[in-house]
T-cell receptor, first 113, second 116 residues
Framework: DQQVKQNSPSLSVQEGRISILNCDYT??????FLWYKKYPAEGPTFLIS?????DKNEDGRFTVFLNKSAKHLSLHIVPSQPGDSAVYFC????????????FGQGTRLTINP | DTAVSQTPKYLVTQMGNDKSIKCEQN?????MYWYKQDSKKFLKIMFS???????INETVPNRFSPKSPDKAHLNLHINSLELGDSAVYFC???????????????FGEGSRLTVL
């Protein structure tokens, strides 16, 4: 049973527009959520995170929103740039001391010029 | 200078063979991980070591045996390889505990294992 789901395998957005990537989770024990970005033939790299005590965290062009009641989070990228084309993974952390991350299956974002 | 490096990056082998993937990190972290990305693209944790001690051991066949000679290295040995072991294996590291920057794993580039 997959506890973190990204239901959109791919997303295509025009350069300069907003990209919105979505993620749903089922385990209410998750207390920390993260987004990772992955280019082909590279490992995932950390992008942005949010604690369960917050509902929004912003870092430059990237904003993550958390809706705990809906068990939903989203990543907004604005404005979208061609270099943002990558696979984005949502991840959630259980309260266990170690960074045991549960990942979604990723969404491939393509930014069109 | 690569922070988390894995070798080999590509590995093609026959069923039944034994193979190893090596991982080294130069970030000074004390916790290392192995994740597996399967054909459905999910990244799933397999093992985690903190200061050479096994702290996370998910439901993984005992044909998989991690070894951590020191906190900068975490190797993965796989015995009697099966077709279903074909996947990309990612090594990662982080600093243990705390919530400042927590969850920020630094990943290697991955090792693509193909079992024929």
């Amino acid at each position: 049973d997959q506890q973190v789901k990204q239901n959109s395998p791919s997303l295509s957005v025009q350069e300069g527009r907003i990209s919105i990537l979505n993620c749903d989770y089922t385990n209410s024990m998750f207390d920390y959520f993260l987004w990772y970005k992955k280019y082909p033939a590279e490992g995932p790299t950390f992008l942005i995170s949010i604690s369960s005590i917050k509902d929004k965290n912003e870092d430059g062009r990237f904003t993550v929103f958390l809706n705990k009641s809906a068990k939903h989070l989203s990543l907004h990228i604005v404005p979208s740039q061609p270099g943002d084309s990558a696979v984005y993974f949502c991840a959630a952390s259980l309260i266990q001391g170690a960074q045991k991350l549960v990942f979604g299956q990723g969404t491939r974002l393509t930014i069109n010029p | 200078d690569t922070a988390v490096s894995q070798t080999p990056k590509y590995l093609v082998t026959q069923m039944g063979n034994d193979k190893s993937i090596k991982c080294e990190q130069n970030l000074g972290h004390d916790t290392m991980y192995w994740y597996k990305q399967d054909s459905k693209k999910f990244l799933k944790i397999m093992f985690s070591y903190n200061n050479k001690e096994l702290i996370i051991n998910e439901t993984v066949p005992n044909r998989f045996s991690p070894k951590s000679p020191d906190k900068a290295h975490l190797n993965l040995h796989i015995n009697s390889l099966e077709l279903g072991d074909s996947a990309v294996y990612f090594c990662a590291s982080s600093q243990w505990g705390g919530r400042s920057g927590t969850g920020e794993l630094f990943f290697g580039e991955g090792s693509r294992l193909t079992v024929l």
